[in-house]
């Protein structure tokens, strides 16, 4: 069923369009808030297993009570502070060792015999 946007003055337009944006700003608002338990859980499950390191457990838990505190308009939220500062931690921590075990295995593909131009090319890409 379709409503004919004729039925409307220009005011009563202009007043749904502002119920709907203000309804999308209450639904991320939400979903941050759920985004935040999200982080807290998988946070809590790195914690506890021994694929990952535990740190990264805990940072993502500290994102996660960053996000669920960030609703609060007093102020900024020391607690997403800190939560920003963990997750950009935790990428460096991720970027970091991801780079080291690119490293480990173009040293390895050096030794195995690669040519000498591709393995220059990946130290200068990876080995800084």
């Known amino acids: 069923m379709r409503i004919p946007l004729s039925a409307f003055t220009a005011d009563q337009l202009q007043a749904l369009a502002y119920v709907f944006v203000r309804l999308n700003a209450y639904a991320f608002n939400l979903y941050l808030v759920f985004f935040g338990v999200w982080c807290v859980l998988n946070g809590y499950l790195i914690f506890r297993s021994t694929f990952l390191p535990r740190i990264f457990g805990v940072l993502l838990m500290i994102d996660g009570l960053g996000w669920m505190t960030y609703l609060s308009r007093r102020s900024v939220s020391p607690c997403f502070v800190i939560a920003v500062a963990s997750g950009l931690a935790s990428c460096r921590c991720r ?16 030794s195995a015999g690669m040519p000498s131009h591709r393995i220059e090319y990946a130290q200068s890409a990876l080995c800084f």
């Open 95 to 110: 970027l970091a060792a991801r780079v080291r075990r690119e490293c480990s295995a173009v040293k390895e593909q050096a």
